[in-house]
């Protein structure tokens, strides 16, 4: 029998299979089907094309989970978060998961306190956003003035809240960096705030460089200018990443719901929560910061719910995940981790302040762990940072290079995150790779760089 008539093995070699030989469809959806171990392989394959997410120090989302976090995850695969009827379960989880952390900062009570998870810190702060933007506008049409031009006042922030202005239609009042500063100053608040701004809101853990913003001292001096204006501005406190770090490393840190100015607080669970990704939380100081009008009443899914989100539907993997997490590792636990990471951030700043090319801005002591430097005599260098970030990415590892934000746009800065799984050892491999790649670069000056920031999702 001539060998195009002998018909194919149940078994036939995966590569040498149709597909495997001309190709995966790419426009639009194949006429025939594939086995799902054929599939698997094919879409397994270009994964491996993807960066190492273990190696990816520009990042602050978690990247390491213990086995168990797999075994939960599938098995939560069917549960919809939203679905608090069939699952009653999960929504429980998710309560617990609120009164757990407005505990962990300080609600005046926490056992009665509103929040709930969201797809990550985004939506939390947008939450939050919604809310006050809420709150002022009912306050304002109740004294008859006019509420179509909202504002909100904050120092540099992630990108959401650029989005939150532009989707929402509020104004945002950007402060300025002042030279030698590497976060807002409260002094500065008396030229942004007006009758019309929502609320000032405070990073902790600023993303551009990971230090955190004085919280205490910005309710301070908004006390301080509602006595001498009469301008009662609240404040929201944007954790995205220090949520989860200054309870267990910076207690002494007044930030949360102990000032009584603060009235509401995201952050994500997908970052030093240690979560897989896919999960943030917003808290609200009392019943009263959350309008009753943003919550809609859902009685088609089984049970009338109340949801407050952008989102709907989204699983519930990630909130369960949140909670193993808690009860897993505890005060002690997370204390331990956070710990292990600030030091490895501090150890990575002592050997890149051994180098002469670079100037440590922040050194990962006292806010998140993390290292921020630049170039000394960025203008006698014959190369940059961007540079030095794609050197180094040959080996695997993304850093992230980029300008400073507003007032400081000429200063180019390099951000190294160091999360859960970042070891000691691993670390020095990273040093060792940027040392390298200084040297490669002094010895082979770059004339006409196409080198330009890379920025990782903070």
Known sequence: MPIHMIPPLINRDIYSAFRARKGLSKKELPLGSLSGAQAYQYVRDELFLDGNARQNL?????????????????????????????????AEIEAR?????????????????????????????????????WKWRAKREAEGKPADKPNIV??????????????????LRQVPLEDGYLHMQPKQLKDYIDENTIAVVPTLGVTYTGVYEPVADICHELDHLHKTTGLDIPVHV????????????????????????????????????????????????????LPEDL?????????????????????????????????????????DVQQACAEVAQHIADRLAQLDDLEILYNGNGAL???CYKLKQPDKKKFTLYDLSERVRIRGWQIASYPLPANSEDVVVQRIMVRHGVS??????????????????????????????????G
Not at 114 to 121: D, H, I, L, P, R
Not at 154 to 171: L, M, N, S, T
Not at 302 to 317: C, E, H, Q, V, Y
């Open 97 to 133: 998961c609120v009164h757990m952390i407005a505990h962990l900062w300080h609600s005046p009570d926490a056992e009665t306190t509103v929040g709930c998870s969201t797809t990550g810190s985004s939506e939390a702060a947008m939450l939050g956003g919604l809310a006050l933007k």
């Open 424 to 457: 000691h050892d691993l670390a020095d491999l990273l040093m060792d790779d940027i040392e390298k790649g200084l040297e490669y670069l002094e010895r082979h000056p770059v004339k006409h760089s196409e080198a330009g920031p890379s920025f990782s999702h």
């Open 238 to 289: 944007d954790a995205a990443s220090g949520g989860f770090i200054a309870p267990f490393l910076h207690q002494k840190v007044n930030w949360d719901f102990r000032l009584a100015r603060v009235c509401s607080i995201n952050a994500s669970g997908h970052k030093f929560g240690l979560a897989p990704l896919g999960v943030g939380w917003i808290i609200w100081r009392t019943q009263d910061d």
């Open 295 to 335: 919550i809609f009443h859902v009685d088609y899914l089984g049970g009338n719910m109340p949801t407050f989100a952008l989102n709907f539907s989204r699983p519930g993997g990630e909130v369960i995940v949140q909670y193993y997490n808690f009860i897993r590792l505890g005060l002690r636990g997370y204390t």
């Open 58 to 90: 520009a990042t602050f989302c978690t990247t390491w989970v213990e086995p168990e976090v797999e075994k939960l995850m599938v098995d939560s695969i069917d549960k919809n978060m939203i679905d608090k009827d069939e699952y009653p379960q999960t």
């Open 154 to 171: 904050c120092g540099p922030v992630q990108v959401c809240w650029h989005k939150f202005a532009r989707y929402f239609d509020v104004e």
């Open 369 to 371: 762990p993390c290292v």
